[in-house]
């Protein structure tokens, strides 16, 4: 076959399977892309997620403290008032 495309100095053969590899490489090249484009959305969304779990979790325990130190502040004053009011009278 190659002899005969020798002979007949036909080039069209070699020409389209040049640009069917150059087709082929662009193809792949777009499926590189759009995989690695997928690969860092997802690993942003994934990012985010954990800062905003990280951000709520910080939040609640913050929270928390609030609410202890406020139930401790209340427990606190109620005794130095019952001290106050009638200070021979036992705390418990």
Known sequence: MLQHLKEKKDVGFFTSVA??????????????VVVAVVV?????????????????????????IMI???IMVIIMRAFILRIINNPLLPLL
């Open 68 to 70: 202890t130190i406020t």
């Open 19 to 32: 640009g069917l590899m150059q087709q082929c490489w662009y193809e792949r090249l777009t499926k590189i």
């Open 40 to 64: 860092v959305v997802v690993v942003v969304v994934v990012i985010i997620i954990i800062i905003i779990i990280i951000i709520m979790v910080m939040v609640t325990i913050t929270i928390m």
